[in-house]
């Protein structure tokens, strides 16, 4: 058996209004956000939390770049409660580019 394969596999996750980034390694975190915003967006949630950590702020770039990029999402902010640990998604309400 090839263990990168086991790598590649998709893990699924429950949609919930929040995210802990920690479980995925660094390269994963654009498509994770991307797909996981995706979801919460057709779950019907208007805001989500994704929780990357404070560290020295490499992961919450990646997180807010994806958010930047991401058609579903109307604005973000880093959470106050978090001191920089996690950041705040606001997304869209309805239909955009044909994805509820």
């Not at 390269?27 to 805001?47: L, M, Q, T, W």
């Not at 990029?69 to 640990?85: M, N, T, Y």
């Not at 950041?87 to 309400?93: C, D, E, K, P, Q």
Request: glycine share 8%; net charge negative.
């Amino acid at each position: 058996m090839n263990p990168r394969a086991e790598d590649d596999e998709p893990v699924r996750i429950p949609i919930e209004p929040e995210i802990d980034l920690h479980a995925f390694a660094p390269r994963d975190i654009p498509s994770v956000v991307e797909e996981y915003i995706n979801e919460a967006h057709a779950a019907g949630f208007r805001e989500v939390r994704l929780v990357h950590g404070r560290g020295i702020g490499v992961q919450r770039l990646a997180v807010q770049r994806a958010l930047d990029r991401h058609a579903l999402v109307e604005g973000f902010s880093d959470d106050p409660r978090s001191h920089l640990g996690a950041t705040l998604a606001t997304l869209a309400s309805g239909m955009v580019n044909g994805k509820w």
